[in-house]
């Protein structure tokens, strides 16, 4: 040990020697991921969210409702995430619980729209624009194109 110049002291290490044995800590989620996987708790991935939300749709009302259960029963096995969802299936959110639902695991459906008048294709001239019209609408579409 060496006397520092605030008073204290500095351990002087030698050769191969390391002041930090164990190593640099783990990171709190690592380590956590690591207890949890070898407890047996799985990751909520994208593929299974689906397939739990796809197993869920096709429960009856009284399986969804002893799925849920209380919230704060310690006895229920499900975790916690599912047993809200299946908590909000069966309450006064039920119909906007199952959109939202069938939304994450399928998407939303797609939607167009008609640009025509009564079947007939939309009449437009470029040429009716005025100048500054033009250069605005060329604006747009450049912008549009370069994905501005």
């Known amino acids: 040990m060496v006397k ?6 500095i ?6 020697e390391t002041a930090n044995p164990n190593g640099r800590p783990r990171k709190v989620f690592s380590q956590l991921s690591k207890e949890w996987t070898a407890a047996g708790i799985e990751r909520a991935t994208k593929e299974r969210i689906i397939e739990v939300y796809e197993s869920l749709l096709g429960l009856t ?4 409702k002893d799925l849920a259960g209380k919230l704060d029963d310690a006895e229920n096995p499900y975790p916690a995430v599912v047993r809200m969802a299946a908590k ?4 006064k959110r039920g119909l906007e619980i199952l959109r939202e639902m069938l939304d994450r695991a399928h998407g939303r459906a797609k939607q167009s729209v008609d640009h ?3 079947g007939e294709g939309l009449n437009f001239s470029f040429n ?4 500054q019209e033009k250069e605005v609408m060329l604006e747009l579409i450049e912008k549009s194109k370069n994905g501005a």
Do not use: F, P
């Open 128 to 131: 009716a624009l005025s100048v």
């Open 116 to 118: 025509t008048t009564k």
């Open 4 to 9: 520092a110049r605030n008073g204290g002291t």
């Open 88 to 91: 909000e299936m069966v309450g």
């Open 11 to 16: 351990t002087l290490l030698e050769k191969g």
């Open 61 to 64: 009302m009284q399986e969804i």
